[in-house]
Nanobody, 117 residues
Framework: VQLVESGGGLVQPGGSLRLSCAASGFTFISYDMSWYRQAPGKERELVAHITSTGGRRNYADSMNGRFTISRDNAKNMVYLQMNSLRPEETAVYYC???????????WGQGAQVTVSS
């Protein structure tokens, strides 16, 4: 099983980034997918969640419509489009796959996002 995040980097405040997560080794279409982030010295927090079919999406309140989660079940990919980024959103962003039916929970290794001028 692998979840590999990419697309992180340095961006100026107000800028945009698109994170990608490539999944392999499990039945992707059977799993809900989420993005989390962990800033230095803080707990890991949920950013966005999408159900297995993509029919429902949920976001943390602080996203305020700036972030969009999506998935491509044909490519085993999940994405996070982040707009109007703020310095306080500097964190490691993680991809997570969960199947309650199967009792499985997988995490990626994380991608660093730094928002700074």
């Amino acid at each position: 099983v692998q979840l590999v995040e990419s697309g992180g980097g340095l961006v100026q405040p107000g800028g945009s980034l698109r994170l990608s997560c490539a999944a392999s080794g499990f039945t992707f279409i059977s799993y809900d997918m989420s993005w989390y982030r962990q800033a230095p010295g803080k707990e890991r927090e949920l950013v966005a969640h999408i159900t297995s079919t993509g029919g429902r999406r949920n976001y943390a309140d602080s996203m305020n419509g700036r972030f969009t989660i999506s998935r491509d079940n044909a490519k085993n990919m999940v994405y996070l489009q982040m707009n109007s980024l703020r310095p306080e959103e500097t964190a490691v962003y993680y991809c997570r796959a969960v199947s309650g039916l199967r009792g499985r929970d997988y995490w990626g290794q994380g991608a660093q996002v730094t928002v700074s001028s």
